[in-house]
Protein backbone atom coordinates (compact mmCIF):
# COMPACT_ATOMS: atom_id res chain seq x y z
CA UNK A 1 0.00 0.00 0.00
CA UNK A 2 1.36 3.05 -0.87
CA UNK A 3 1.59 6.01 1.97
CA UNK A 4 1.80 9.58 0.75
CA UNK A 5 2.66 12.12 3.33
CA UNK A 6 2.10 15.81 2.89
CA UNK A 7 3.70 18.91 4.96
CA UNK A 8 4.01 21.95 4.52
CA UNK A 9 0.89 24.26 4.61
CA UNK A 10 -0.24 27.12 6.35
CA UNK A 11 -2.05 30.41 6.89
CA UNK A 12 -0.16 33.37 5.06
CA UNK A 13 -1.62 36.38 3.77
CA UNK A 14 -1.75 37.10 -0.01
CA UNK A 15 1.09 37.33 -1.88
CA UNK A 16 3.18 35.22 0.12
CA UNK A 17 4.67 31.97 -0.74
CA UNK A 18 4.41 28.05 1.03
CA UNK A 19 5.98 25.29 -0.38
CA UNK A 20 4.25 22.22 -0.16
CA UNK A 21 6.44 18.61 0.09
CA UNK A 22 4.80 15.12 -0.58
CA UNK A 23 7.40 11.50 0.91
CA UNK A 24 6.08 8.49 0.38
CA UNK A 25 8.64 6.23 3.30
CA UNK A 26 10.34 3.53 1.71
CA UNK A 27 9.38 4.13 -1.93
CA UNK A 28 11.52 6.15 -4.72
CA UNK A 29 9.46 8.89 -6.62
CA UNK A 30 11.37 7.29 -9.83
CA UNK A 31 8.94 4.12 -9.36
CA UNK A 32 5.87 6.12 -10.30
CA UNK A 33 4.78 7.23 -14.15
CA UNK A 34 3.62 10.19 -12.49
CA UNK A 35 3.00 12.23 -9.55
CA UNK A 36 0.39 15.63 -8.84
CA UNK A 37 -1.03 17.98 -6.40
CA UNK A 38 -4.57 18.76 -6.36
CA UNK A 39 -6.96 20.91 -4.61
CA UNK A 40 -10.14 20.96 -2.60
CA UNK A 41 -12.14 24.02 -1.09
CA UNK A 42 -15.22 23.16 0.75
CA UNK A 43 -17.83 22.97 -1.18
CA UNK A 44 -16.04 21.89 -4.48
CA UNK A 45 -15.09 19.68 -6.39
CA UNK A 46 -11.35 18.21 -6.66
CA UNK A 47 -9.06 20.11 -8.77
CA UNK A 48 -5.96 19.45 -10.52
CA UNK A 49 -2.90 21.74 -9.82
CA UNK A 50 0.05 20.48 -11.19
CA UNK A 51 1.00 17.24 -12.59
CA UNK A 52 4.45 16.34 -13.48
CA UNK A 53 6.02 12.59 -14.88
CA UNK A 54 9.05 11.07 -14.32
CA UNK A 55 10.82 12.79 -17.39
CA UNK A 56 10.12 15.80 -15.43
CA UNK A 57 7.31 17.08 -18.13
CA UNK A 58 4.62 19.48 -16.10
CA UNK A 59 1.06 20.66 -16.68
CA UNK A 60 -0.72 23.21 -14.28
CA UNK A 61 -3.74 24.75 -14.16
CA UNK A 62 -5.06 28.00 -15.71
CA UNK A 63 -5.17 29.91 -12.73
CA UNK A 64 -1.76 28.84 -10.87
CA UNK A 65 0.41 29.33 -14.07
CA UNK A 66 3.56 31.87 -13.36
CA UNK A 67 2.79 31.60 -9.46
CA UNK A 68 3.01 27.78 -8.73
CA UNK A 69 6.18 25.19 -9.58
CA UNK A 70 5.88 21.41 -9.12
CA UNK A 71 9.03 19.19 -8.63
CA UNK A 72 10.53 16.30 -7.77
CA UNK A 73 13.75 14.66 -6.55
CA UNK A 74 14.39 11.20 -5.81
CA UNK A 75 12.19 10.69 -2.61
CA UNK A 76 10.08 14.12 -2.46
CA UNK A 77 7.51 15.73 -5.02
CA UNK A 78 7.05 19.85 -3.99
CA UNK A 79 5.06 22.23 -4.74
CA UNK A 80 6.48 25.49 -4.69
CA UNK A 81 3.37 28.59 -4.33
CA UNK A 82 4.37 32.24 -4.76
CA UNK A 83 1.78 35.23 -5.30
CA UNK A 84 -0.66 33.63 -3.63
CA UNK A 85 -4.72 34.48 -3.68
CA UNK A 86 -7.37 33.49 -1.14
CA UNK A 87 -9.08 31.80 -3.88
CA UNK A 88 -5.88 29.67 -3.34
CA UNK A 89 -7.54 28.41 -0.13
CA UNK A 90 -7.63 24.45 -0.17
CA UNK A 91 -7.09 21.80 1.14
CA UNK A 92 -3.89 20.25 -0.77
CA UNK A 93 -3.25 16.58 -1.60
CA UNK A 94 -0.46 15.13 -3.02
CA UNK A 95 -0.98 12.26 -5.89
CA UNK A 96 0.80 9.56 -7.34
CA UNK A 97 0.43 6.87 -10.39
CA UNK A 98 2.06 4.00 -12.07
CA UNK A 99 2.16 4.02 -15.86
CA UNK A 100 4.06 6.37 -17.77
CA UNK A 101 3.17 9.55 -19.87
CA UNK A 102 2.10 13.19 -18.49
CA UNK A 103 -1.49 12.89 -16.87
CA UNK A 104 -4.28 14.70 -17.25
CA UNK A 105 -5.27 17.36 -14.30
CA UNK A 106 -8.00 14.76 -13.08
CA UNK A 107 -8.17 12.72 -10.29
CA UNK A 108 -9.64 9.59 -12.09
CA UNK A 109 -5.60 9.48 -13.88
CA UNK A 110 -4.26 8.92 -10.02
CA UNK A 111 -4.49 5.62 -7.67
CA UNK A 112 -2.79 6.94 -4.75
CA UNK A 113 -3.66 9.73 -2.41
CA UNK A 114 -1.87 11.66 0.80
CA UNK A 115 -4.31 12.77 3.70
CA UNK A 116 -3.73 16.61 2.63
CA UNK A 117 -2.10 19.52 4.28
CA UNK A 118 -4.28 22.92 4.80
CA UNK A 119 -3.59 25.91 2.94
CA UNK A 120 -5.18 29.19 3.91
CA UNK A 121 -4.80 32.74 2.20
CA UNK A 122 -6.05 35.70 4.06
CA UNK A 123 -6.68 39.04 2.23
Known amino acids: QVQLVESGGGSVQAGGSLRLSCIGP?????????MGWFRQAPGKEREGVAV?????NSRYTDSVKGRFTISQDKNTLYLEMNGLKPEDTAMYYC??????????????????WGQGTQVTVSS
Open 52 to 56: IDSGG
Open 95 to 112: AARRGGGLPRLHPSDFNY
Open 26 to 34: GYSYRTYGA
